[in-house]
């Protein structure tokens, strides 16, 4: 029992915690390279998630950026049709991939 007090009190505590002035969410402005699909990637990809998100995958295969669409669609019910998911394939692993197929 008293474990749920605490762990109800450390829970609803944080509801309470006030801030003095205003906060300030920084912008960070990723370098996004511009390119054939990019339309469909700003379409399908960017209405979840930054730009930033791609480019911590960091340089990767076909396979890799094929199987990542593929999670997104199947996963998190991204609205993504056959047509937009070649053109945003190949758009990442033209600019964001290692050059390996595999």
């Known amino acids: 029992m008293k474990k749920i007090i605490l762990i109800a009190t450390l829970a609803v505590g944080s509801l309470f915690a006030q801030v003095k002035g205003d906060m300030e969410v920084p912008y960070i402005s990723y370098q996004i390279k511009m390119g ?32 990542k669409v593929d999670k997104m669609i199947t996963h998190f019910k991204a609205p993504i049709m ?21």
Do not use: E
């Not at 699909?37 to 094929?66: E, K, T």
């Not at 998911?85 to 197929?101: E, P, Q, S």
């Open 36 to 67: 054939h699909g990019f339309d469909a990637v700003q379409a399908n990809c960017l209405m979840c998630h930054s730009f930033g998100y791609i480019l911590n995958q960091g340089p990767q295969s076909r396979l890799f950026w094929s199987k």
């Open 82 to 102: 056959k047509d937009d998911k070649k053109t945003v394939v190949d758009y990442l692993f033209k600019h964001y991939g290692n050059g390996k197929l595999k």
